[in-house]
T-cell receptor, first 110, second 118 residues
Framework: DAKTTQPNSMESNEEEPVHLPCNHSTISGTDYIHWYRQLPSQGPEYVIHGLTSNVNNRMASLAIAEDRKSSTLILHRATLRDAAVYYCILIGSNTGKLIFGQGTTLQVKP | GAVVSQHPSRVICKSGTSVKIECRSLDFQATTMFWYRQFPKQSLMLMATSNEGSKATYEQGVEKDKFLINHASLTLSTLTVTSAHPEDSSFYIC??????????????FGEGSWLTVV
């Protein structure tokens, strides 16, 4: 599976936008870009996913570079509840197998 | 939305005993489920792929005789930690795919199960 690279940690102020980057230079044409987040002592939670086009949902937006070698998860207004570890993961079609990297620990300051 | 549920959420067992953790898909059928373990302040590590009606596929370095996986139905997979030792104490998490295809498979995770071996 292609690997992803994320910063270890980021900080944000409450109610400000947050841009979480992810590099995936070895992504293949059939790989979907998925984002999950994990709050302390909980299982990971699905955030968003995309293939080529930018995606929006109620939780976040996903901006995918034109060459697909990088993507950015955008939280439009960070809240204290958004403090979590965010994982960017590539998934090929027809598989649910996820290989987790270290993710980005997001701290949100009031 | 799809929900995956684990039970128990916390369990304490004595060293040398076995403990079973259940993972259920509540509103969809999952032919494949996955088991992860996570140590404090570390990322999730994939242990095995649970296949309904067939043997589980274990990742390299995971002892299949110690971590028994059974996937007897389309909605239930179980992980049994046999002859547990304190070093098996960890957070165990299962997942299941809600569907595949053009939309990209969304993976749903259970709440996790804390195992403490004393």
């Amino acid at each position: 599976d292609a690997k992803t690279t994320q910063p270890n940690s980021m900080e944000s102020n409450e109610e400000e936008p947050v841009h979480l980057p992810c590099n995936h230079s070895t992504i293949s044409g059939t790989d979907y870009i998925h984002w999950y987040r994990q709050l302390p002592s909980q299982g990971p939670e699905y955030v968003i996913h995309g293939l080529t086009s930018n995606v929006n949902n109620r939780m976040a937006s996903l901006a995918i570079a034109e060459d697909r070698k990088s993507s950015t998860l955008i939280l439009h207004r960070a809240t204290l509840r958004d403090a979590a570890v965010y994982y960017c993961i590539l998934i090929g079609s027809n598989t649910g197998k996820l290989i987790f990297g270290q993710g980005t620990t997001l701290q949100v300051k009031p | 939305g799809a929900v995956v549920s684990q039970h128990p959420s916390r369990v304490i067992c004595k060293s040398g005993t076995s403990v079973k953790i259940e993972c259920r898909s509540l509103d969809f059928q999952a032919t494949t489920m996955f088991w992860y373990r996570q140590f404090p302040k570390q990322s999730l590590m994939l242990m095995a792929t649970s296949n309904e009606g067939s043997k589980a596929t274990y990742e390299q370095g995971v002892e299949k005789d110690k971590f028994l996986i059974n996937h007897a139905s389309l909605t239930l997979s179980t992980l049994t930690v046999t002859s547990a030792h304190p070093e098996d104490s960890s957070f165990y998490i299962c997942s299941a795919a809600g569907g595949f295809g053009d939309s990209g498979n969304t993976i749903y995770f259970g709440e996790g199960s804390w195992l403490t071996v004393v």
